[in-house]
T-cell receptor
């Protein structure tokens, strides 16, 4: 079992829907990350949060909106997604010192109809 | 920027044999190299990592070697078992940048045949 918990495990949504992905960790980590992973590819970094503040945005479209309400929780709000946004969305966490190693959750499998 | 090449893309071995996956990085400043194992339907799991001040690290059946001069590092799995079957990703980063950015290789699909 991973120590980073992501919900839901699967999500199917239409292009006009609004939904949110959730991530939770209780390892005391102060850095949290969102990654996108397409089939048979490595994870691609989307956002980095450090001490609940957005540290890095890898030029992600505004239809993805991250939020870090506290040190244990990370959300990714989704709106007006495109079919090409279908992917596995992974959350990870680490200590803020060095920001390594990163511990990943099992992801949310997102399908856009 | 950093680029990591990983070979082979697929690897099939018989149970009990050894498996070796190799990665080459381009930025000589990189100093942290983790290896992740990703099973079907799961997220990447850190299995071993190495920092540039160390040439080799072992953890039971898994070892990683680093050659800083040649800028390559390798994952060695001995006495492979069917449960080792998964996709393996290498990665590289510069710790002092403190960005958290990992540059991943393209992955190796390892199949261990019983």
């Amino acid at each position: 079992d991973t120590e980073v918990t992501q919900t839901p495990k699967h999500l199917v949504m239409g292009m006009t829907n609004k939904k949110s992905l959730k991530c939770e960790q209780h390892m005391g980590h102060r850095a949290m990350y969102w990654y996108k992973q397409k089939a048979k590819k490595p994870p691609e970094l989307m956002f980095v949060y450090s001490y609940e503040k957005l540290s890095i945005n890898e030029s992600v479209p505004s239809r993805f909106s991250p939020e870090c309400p506290n040190s244990s929780l990370l959300n990714l709000h989704l709106h007006a997604l495109q079919p090409e946004d279908s992917a596995l969305y992974l959350c990870a966490s680490s200590s803020d010192r060095d920001r390594q190693p990163q511990h990943f959750g099992d992801g949310t499998r997102l399908s856009i109809l | 920027g950093e680029n990591v090449e990983q070979h082979p893309s697929t690897l099939s071995v018989q149970e009990g044999d050894s498996a070796v996956i190799k990665c080459t990085y381009s930025d000589s400043a990189s100093n942290y190299f983790p290896w992740y194992k990703q099973e079907l339907g799961k997220g990447p799991q850190l299995i071993i990592d190495i920092r540039s001040n160390v040439g080799e690290k072992k953890d039971q059946r898994i070892a990683v070697t680093l050659n800083k001069t040649a800028k390559h590092f390798s994952l060695h799995i001995t006495e492979t078992q069917p449960e080792d079957s998964a996709v393996y990703f290498c990665a590289a980063t510069l710790l002092s940048s403190n960005t958290g950015k990992l540059i991943f290789g393209q992955g190796t699909t390892l199949q261990v045949k019983p």
